[in-house]
């Protein structure tokens, strides 16, 4: 079996690109140290290994299904949660009154992604767990919090996100669930909840489901939405699960990947009253969500870079183990075939997945290295931080989405004709990731939230602060050997960057909304693969400055070194065809007609 994970370059990542083990320094980190860190990321590389690991192929070919009224999964799934509750990662980010370690969100999301790695179906548990509970220490009361949140940090219970609707699909201005106000201040909750991941199994106590409705006699739109606790069971006083709650499991949608994690259609209030909490104020639903929301699109892009990870570690042991062909240059046939890994194609595909993997790896902790900032930075460059991450958080959902899966492909033609068989689980990881570049909205949102808000929010303040740390790196980047090629395709893309930003933004009053977002896919890929070309300056510099001291890691670094180079000359210069599109405002699109297809 492949590795599912190649430490040492989450290791480089963490301490050697990003200042992870100097947020010790932070009064809320004070406690901590680098070996705390090693030591923690050590326990979740333990626990997915030997608990999440060993039944991933188990989860994708053992679909849930129903019994008795009851969902079935593999019996291992009950005991990887358990280990993950038993280590206290359900937690590990919290207060340490509410039982946490207080670590950093960017360790957190090096945790997670060892069990996203290992087993993406049976770590979005978990997953959704925690991003739940995080949205209540935000936004619910304190009596909910002890009622609601508590048990999910103890990992006792689990939770959800209830937003789509079988007709409104992310059209969530159009959902009709309605809460209906009880005497007692709670609601009645009644509709139908459709795609929701976790809406129903038997690995918890307990399943705590944040629902978006629409409070009776309330205005349409977005500004009717507010946001419920809804419990799969009622809770008693002393905090037990209690009477049914009547969320009922309409049924279950059968995916191409992902399998392990059930996905739902949820009614609620069939056969009894289905009573929620309002969280916070009425009306404000969308906007508490979207804290879970942004989340959940940083974990997704996380998600997508560790199968492409997974699948990029296959392909390469693959590569040196299969012996077929070779040299182009040697002639005799009696001489013996050559390692794939030999073949230059072969080691283009490599090259390929290599960059996609471990840019988005990059990206990803960079942005959870943002999400600390905006808590615990310096109190001055908190606002900045915040705007920086509203930037980066579609990129950082919709590109490794779309790489990890280009990633995939590659490592599925390294293999050939075992790369699409069960017998290896590159294609099983095609699958799991097909999913992600629809999980938590799709490139078509992702583009269109970057072109139509995030570029031009606070007047632009989040782009400029992009882009002046961007030129900081290439002016710290000065004078370091092999770095040519990265600084001047990166620089050269910043330019076509600002062209097209320039040549559109300024005529956003002029063009009809839909063709000013007409092209916000470009926008995306434009920016994505410049935001991502600067990842690669930032680890080819750091292991520029690491080289000449290094012994048994020279090759590590000479690897990073020339991958930025690849990126640099075989993956930058597309930028140019999106930044050309974008300028010109190009109609093509809009101009096809619906019956001309």
């Known amino acids: ?38 030591d923690v990321l050590n326990l979740a590389y333990s626990v997915a290994e030997r608990y999440f690991a060993n039944h991933a192929r188990e989860a994708d070919l053992s679909e849930p299904h129903v019994v008795d009224g009851k969902v079935v999964l593999p019996a291992a799934m009950r005991d990887a949660v358990r280990a993950f509750r038993d280590a206290g990662f359900f937690s590990a980010h919290h207060d340490e009154d509410l039982g946490g370690l207080q670590l950093p969100w960017v360790v957190m999301q090096a945790v997670q992604a060892n069990f996203q790695a290992a087993n993406v179906s049976t770590s979005g548990y978990p997953f959704l767990t925690i991003g739940n509970a995080n949205l209540q220490r935000v936004f619910a009361s304190p009596e909910q919090q002890r009622r609601y949140m508590l048990p999910l940090l103890e990992g006792r219970w689990f939770g959800t996100m209830a937003l789509s609707e079988p007709h409104a699909g992310s059209g969530l201005a159009d959902i009709t669930t309605t809460a209906t106000p009880r005497p007692d201040g709670t609601y009645a909750i009644t509709g139908t909840k459709m795609w929701i991941s976790g809406g129903e199994h038997e690995l918890s106590e307990n399943i705590v489901h944040l629902v978006l409705a629409r409070i009776a006699g309330g205005p349409a739109g977005v500004k009717g939405i507010s946001l419920f606790l809804v419990p799969r069971y009622r809770v008693n006083e002393d905090g037990t699960p209690g009477a049914d709650n009547h969320v009922v499991l309409a049924g279950l949608n059968h995916k191409m990947g992902y399998r392990g994690t059930t996905n739902t259609l949820l009614n609620f209030g069939e056969g009894g009253e289905t009573i929620g909490e309002l969280v916070g104020e009425p009306g404000r639903g969308l906007a508490q969500m979207f804290h879970m929301m942004n989340e959940a699109r940083i974990g ?33 046939p009696a001489a013996p075939p050559v390692p794939i890994i030999e073949h230059a194609d072969v080691r283009r595909l490599l090259l390929r997945q290599k960059v996609f993997v471990e840019g988005g790896l990059a990206l990803g902790l960079y942005a959870s290295l943002l999400v ?21 958080t579609p990129i950082v959902k919709s590109w490794p989405s779309r790489y990890s899966q280009e990633a995939l492909s590659d490592a599925i033609q390294v293999m050939g004709g075992a790369g699409y068989t069960r017998d290896f689980n590159v294609e099983m990881y095609y699958r ?42 290439l002016d710290a980047s000065e004078g370091l050997d092999g770095l040519d090629e990265i600084r001047a395709a990166l620089r050269q893309a910043i330019t076509w960057n600002t062209q097209a930003l320039g040549a559109l933004l300024p005529r956003a009053a002029e063009l ?72 010109s405002a190009d109609r093509t699109t809009t101009d096809m007609q619906a019956g001309w297809f």
């Open 1 to 38: 079996m492949a590795p599912f994970l190649n430490r040492r370059d989450l290791s480089f990542q963490l301490f050697e690109v990003l200042p992870t083990a100097d947020l010790t320094s932070r009064p809320r980190f004070a406690e901590h140290s680098r070996e705390v860190y090693e």
């Open 300 to 332: 997704v892009g996380m998600g997508a870079v560790m199968l492409g990870t997974a699948g990029y570690l296959e392909s390469l042991a693959y590569a040196h183990e299969r012996h077929q062909g070779r040299h182009a240059s040697q002639k005799d």
């Open 372 to 392: 600390d900032d905006t808590q615990t930075g310096p109190e001055d460059d908190r606002a900045d931080a915040g705007l920086l991450l509203d930037l980066l």
């Open 432 to 473: 799991d990731n097909r999913l992600n570049p629809i999980h938590e909205g799709t490139e078509g949102i992702q583009g269109n939230d970057l072109l139509g808000r995030k570029l031009t929010q606070a007047g632009g303040r989040g782009l400029s602060i992009l882009l002046g740390r961007m030129q900081a790196d």
């Open 512 to 583: 009809s909304p839909d063709l000013f977002l007409a092209n916000a896919n470009s926008a995306l890929e434009m920016l994505g693969h410049t935001v991502v070309g600067w990842m690669w300056l930032r680890q080819a510099a750091t292991a520029a400055r690491a080289l000449p001291g290094a012994r048994a890691d020279a090759d590590f670094y000479r690897g990073k070194l020339h991958a930025a180079r690849f990126y640099a000359t075989h993956e930058l210069p597309k930028v140019r065809a999106h930044a050309d599109l974008l300028a």
